[in-house]
């Protein structure tokens, strides 16, 4: 039975904020990279910018078509220096089962970046994003920056795909506001006017905005 339907708990950003370095710095799980095996840990994380992206099957309906989305802008992920991350709480066989399946037939062939298995459900829990009465993750997605702190995080319902290129606005907004120690208004992409704390540069930004 997939589990694309099923009614998720609400989530707590706040509380994946607390445990997020936590729980980075001792992840310890195996993942499919290029179609092997191998161990990811915190070494592998921690230092540059990780997006993890939650999903809640593999072999499901919904899932497929944004790990697809997130394929074919991978070299907008790279060009930001992000690293991809994508977790389920299903085996890395099960992983490699889909990966054989063609895109025709529901299966993520071709698929370059990371599919962790969360088999033990610890990073879905420590996240917030583990519906327990399913046992299936929601559709969460965050943002870690280089210390390893949530800068974004957005949790789905089950029945709902996300937008990539949002996820790639707020990717560029979060490095911006980082690097200058701006504020980044609703809707900023870059070129856009940024804001700082002072009362004369507010008054500017909606004076020339409004």
């Keep these: 039975m997939r589990h694309d339907r099923v009614r998720p708990r609400r989530p707590h950003l706040s509380a994946a904020r607390d445990v997020d370095r936590e729980t980075v710095s001792r992840i310890r799980a195996e993942a499919v990279v290029g179609g092997q095996i191998k161990r990811i840990n915190s070494l592998d994380l921690l230092g540059k910018y990780v997006l993890l992206f939650f999903y809640p099957n593999d072999f499901s309906f919904v899932c497929p078509t944004e790990l697809y989305a ?35 037939e529901g299966g993520i062939e071709g698929i370059s970046f990371a599919l962790l298995s969360d088999i033990h459900k610890e990073l879905s829990r420590a996240f917030c994003v583990l519906d ?15 210390s390893g702190t949530v800068q974004y995080g957005a949790v789905h319902s ?20 980082k690097k200058h120690g701006l504020l980044c208004p609703v809707d900023w992409a870059p070129g856009d006017q940024a804001l700082d704390t002072t009362g004369e540069q507010k008054a500017r930004y909606y004076r020339d905005t409004h």
């Design 70 to 104: 997130i394929e074919e802008n991978l070299a907008e992920f790279k060009k930001r220096q992000v690293e991809v991350v994508a977790v389920s709480v299903d085996s890395v066989h099960a992983h490699l089962a889909w990966l054989t399946l063609p895109r025709n």
């Design 158 to 177: 089950l029945s709902l795909g996300r937008d990539i290129g949002e996820l790639l606005r707020v990717i560029d907004a979060a490095q911006f506001s």
């Design 132 to 146: 327990e009465k399913s046992g299936v993750s929601l559709r969460g997605v965050f943002l870690l920056d280089r």
